[in-house]
């Protein structure tokens, strides 16, 4: 499995956009990026993911570059609720069935 | 997605028992996971709970300290044996179908061992 880079923390303000990066470099043609988040006490939510194309449901946005090697969780409309541990993960099903979690964003959304 | 209850959501044991740590899902599911959260760290995988055989673990996991059982496709247990203050941490179990479709998690089971 490719490995992902995250930084360790971010903050956002209230009501602004969140950017959360993610670098995977050395991710494979048919690995795709998943994100989930994790509120403290609660188990790992889903986010999105995708293979190459830009995607975008009810909870945030997906951008995948070009060359695939990098990826950006957009949350458009940051709230408190938003404050947790965001996790990047790449996976190549259905080799790869399992998540394999680094460590992760803490983002911190303040008011 | 499926619903996924752990039981228990928490619990407090002696050094030396054993927790048995529930997981059941509202249907159907191929796949079932056991991941361990240690204070402060994230995820690690223990194990592929498989129905019907015995389980497929990862390095630095071993049956006897954590025997699974998978009877059917909506259900499995994961237990503690020999407990230690070490093994405290979140047990959280993971559900999924094969596919490009994500996992899906409960909300976990926090031990503590005095």
């Known amino acids: 499995d490719a490995k992902t880079t995250q930084p360790p923390s971010m903050d956002c303000a209230e009501g602004r956009a969140a950017n959360l990066p993610c670098n995977h470099s050395?991710?494979?043609?048919?690995?795709?990026v998943y994100w989930y988040r994790q509120i403290h006490s609660q188990g790992p939510q889903y986010i999105i993911h995708g293979l190459k194309n830009n995607e975008t449901n009810e909870m945030a946005s997906l951008i995948i570059t070009e060359d695939r090697k990098s990826s950006t969780l957009i949350l458009p409309h940051a709230t408190l609720r938003d404050t947790a541990v965001y996790y990047c993960i790449v996976r190549v099903p259905p080799q790869n069935n399992d998540m394999r979690f680094g460590a992760g964003t803490r983002l911190t959304v303040k008011p | 997605s499926a619903v996924i209850s752990q039981k228990p959501s928490r619990d407090i044991c002696q050094r030396g028992t054993s927790l048995t740590i529930q997981c059941q899902v509202d249907?159907?599911?191929?796949?079932m996971f056991w991941y361990r959260q240690q204070p402060g760290q994230s995820l690690t995988l223990i194990a592929t709970a498989n129905q019907g055989s015995e389980a497929t673990y990862e390095s630095g996991f071993v049956i006897d300290k954590f025997p699974i059982s998978r009877p059917n496709l909506t259900f499995s247990t994961l237990t503690v044996s020999n407990l230690s203050p070490e093994d405290s941490s979140i047990y959280l179990c993971s559900v999924g179908e094969q596919g490009v479709s994500p996992l899906h998690f409960g909300n976990g089971t926090r031990l503590t061992v005095t």
């Open positions: 249907s159907q599911v191929t796949m």
């Open positions: 050395t991710i494979s043609g048919n690995e795709y």
